[in-house]
């Protein structure tokens, strides 16, 4: 098993450090990526603070940000991250069509709004391309202005690295059912 949670009593003084400061930002509790990151305290402290700004600040809705965090996490088929923001999403007000759409890879674009059909688009394109060609930048530009089209960057760039960090360490899913197929 490559995940374990780091005891307390284990911690150096810079890991407590960064789960205090965790604990005492937005997420009031060190949610289980951080357990991993904890290895290496100072990465673990700036990608927290940019987490906590792409989760929580951003110039975009929070059913667009969640859009772009699942659409992320099925790219990667991130088990764990899933699981943690399909609910999050439900509560965003995105469509429940739309997330098990996305779910199960087929084409949600029929059920989506202007600015989610926008975030949609760049997403699938940035992950599947790499880029992000002319028309979908219009169009992304149109709908979330060019502030929001660099949060939607971050976001999508943020749950790349916590996709990739979940994967490797083989985070488990609690109950133990893994709700994405690869």
Known sequence: MRYSEIPPEAMTDAQREVCAAITAG???RVPLPFQVLLKS???CARAQALGEFVRYDTSLAPRLSELAILVTARY???QYEWHAHDKI?????LGPAIID???????PTPLMRP???????????????HRVDDVIYA??????????????????GYYTLI??????????VPGGTYPLTP
């Open 76 to 78: 990667w088929t991130a």
């Open 26 to 28: 937005k997420r009031g």
């Open 41 to 43: 305290p100072t990465l």
């Open 115 to 129: 600015d989610e059909l926008a975030v949609y688009a760049f997403a699938k394109a940035l992950h599947e391309t």
């Open 163 to 172: 996709s990739m960090t979940l994967n490797t360490f083989e985070v488990p």
């Open 139 to 156: 169009e992304a530009t149109l709908r979330l202005g060019a502030q929001g089209v660099v949060d939607l960057i971050g976001v999508l």
């Open 101 to 107: 759409a996305v779910a199960a890879r087929r084409d």
């Open 89 to 93: 999403a439900r509560e965003s007000e």
